[in-house]
């Protein structure tokens, strides 16, 4: 749910679209998530989208790139952010990935990572919203 609403806010808040149009957003990143997941599983076998975190994490990395290079400034530095959260992201599946194989060695396991990794990557994508929304004038 996080991430549909998120989209949609993020369309209605970097660019502008009505409220009306922007809720179209949802299921287009639905279609487009299921694509991705379908086309990594042809590619990759089923282990290759993680649970179908990786089409959430291309599309995130989508935004923060379309936002850098489409929003005047100074709303285009929440690309960055956008970024980088995408980057916190990638990271954080890379710990769930190693999370079994290491858990013998290494008896925390990398798990409570993933957790704090994917709180800050919503930390990050909540405050780009809500710093877009309070300088935009609502």
């Given at each position: ?26 299921p287009a990143y639905l279609l ?107």
């Amino acid at each position: 749910m996080f991430i549909l609403i998120g989209v949609v806010v993020m369309v209605h808040w970097m660019w502008g679209v009505r409220w009306a149009w922007a809720w179209l957003a949802a299921p287009a990143y639905l279609l487009v998530s299921v694509g991705l997941s379908v086309a990594i599983r042809a590619v990759g076998g089923d282990r290759a989208v993680l649970g179908g975190y990786i089409p959430a994490l291309i599309l995130l990395a989508a935004f923060g790139l379309a936002i850098r290079l489409t929003v005047a400034l100074p709303g285009a530095r929440f690309g960055t952010w956008l970024l980088g959260a995408a980057a916190i992201f990638a990271a954080s599946l890379t710990l769930r990935t190693l999370d079994e194989p290491l858990c013998q060695s290494f008896s925390l396991g990398t798990h409570f990572a993933w957790h704090l990794f994917n709180a800050t990557v919503l930390f990050l994508v909540s405050y780009v919203v809500i710093r877009r929304w309070q300088g935009s004038g609502k």
